[in-house]
T-cell receptor, first 115, second 112 residues
């Protein structure tokens, strides 16, 4: 247990479904991140929230919608996804964005399969 | 362009043997470099961090080196165990708003 909890661990959805991924951190961190991990590719940063404010959107399609209601919780809302969106989605947190961001703590990830 | 290149892409070794994983980075301005271990079905976990002024750092059977002149880092695993089977990801941090540059990882398999 790293202090960053992701649910669900596995998700299978059709292209017309709407689902959400949840991330919760118990570390008192102020920055939270969504990363996408596909086979044989580096981790791709999707979104960054610093003190509940979105500070990075790395050209992510609008079918991915993040939400950060407070510094401890982060959601990724999914709708009308494509099969190529199938991947491991990793949530991470750090003390804050920027100088403190090198100390990332990752969750176990949510394995998403889009049919 | 800021990049991190890792080699080999995959590696199979016998239990008890040593191995070395390589990481080359073209990140500027460079701040530090971290090695992560990612078990199958889990998130990455930090093994060690190397700053600009550090050449060698050990964490149990793991020893990381950094050569800031050639922009290379290595992770040496001594007396490998089956539990070392995982992906090892090199991550470079530089001064910037989104500072992390990830490598693709090296997939290590330790067999009996």
């Amino acid at each position: 247990e790293t202090g960053v909890t992701q649910t669900p661990r596995h998700l299978v959805m059709g292209m017309t479904n709407k689902k959400s991924l949840k991330c919760e951190q118990h570390l008192g961190h102020n920055a939270m991140y969504w990363y996408k991990q596909s086979a044989k590719k580096p981790l791709e940063l999707m979104f960054v929230y610093n003190f509940k404010e979105q500070t990075e959107n790395n050209s992510v399609p609008s079918r991915f919608s993040p939400e950060c209601p407070n510094s401890s919780h982060l959601f990724l809302h999914l709708h009308t996804l494509q099969p190529e969106d199938s991947a491991l989605y990793l949530c991470a947190s750090s003390q804050r964005q920027g100088a403190g961001a090198n100390v990332l703590t990752f969750g176990a990830g949510s394995r998403l399969t889009v049919l | 362009k800021n990049q991190v290149e890792q080699s080999p892409q995959s590696l199979i070794i016998l239990e008890g043997k040593n191995c070395t994983l390589q990481c080359n980075y073209t990140v500027s301005p460079f701040s530090n470099l971290r090695w992560y271990k990612q078990d199958t079905g889990r998130g990455p976990v930090s093994l060690t961090i190397m700053t600009f002024s550090e050449n060698t750092k050990s964490n149990g059977r793991y020893t990381a080196t950094l050569d800031a002149d050639t922009k290379q880092s290595s992770l040496h695993i001594t007396a490998s165990q089956l539990s070392d089977s995982a992906s090892y990801i090199c991550v470079s941090f530089f001064s910037g708003n989104t500072p992390l540059v990830f490598g693709k990882g090296t997939r290590l398999s330790v067999i009996a």
